[in-house]
């Protein structure tokens, strides 16, 4: 695996740190963020196309906009592992 660390979230306490890294083999970007209260969690459930709620491998983070910066660099990381 080729998890490439991107960074973390500048105002972090350390113990609650939403974090960004980018797997240029898998071709994807990892996000480790907050989890939504219930109702914020239902109002993405409700408002999705997917069939059904959210399957339990897969989950609904909060990230802070002040990460934006870190999620294109992880996602212009994975672009550029596509083109190697």
Known sequence: MSVEFV???PNT???HC?????DGEAQEVLLQGWKPDAKTHA???ATSPA???VPDTEAIVRIPARM???IREA???VER???R
């Open 13 to 15: 306490d350390r113990d």
């Open 51 to 53: 069939n059904g709620s």
């Open 18 to 22: 939403p974090t960004v890294w980018a």
């Open 43 to 45: 109002q993405c459930e």
């Open 7 to 9: 960074g973390i979230d």
């Open 75 to 77: 996602c212009d990381a």
């Open 68 to 70: 934006i910066p870190m």
């Open 81 to 83: 592992a596509q083109l």
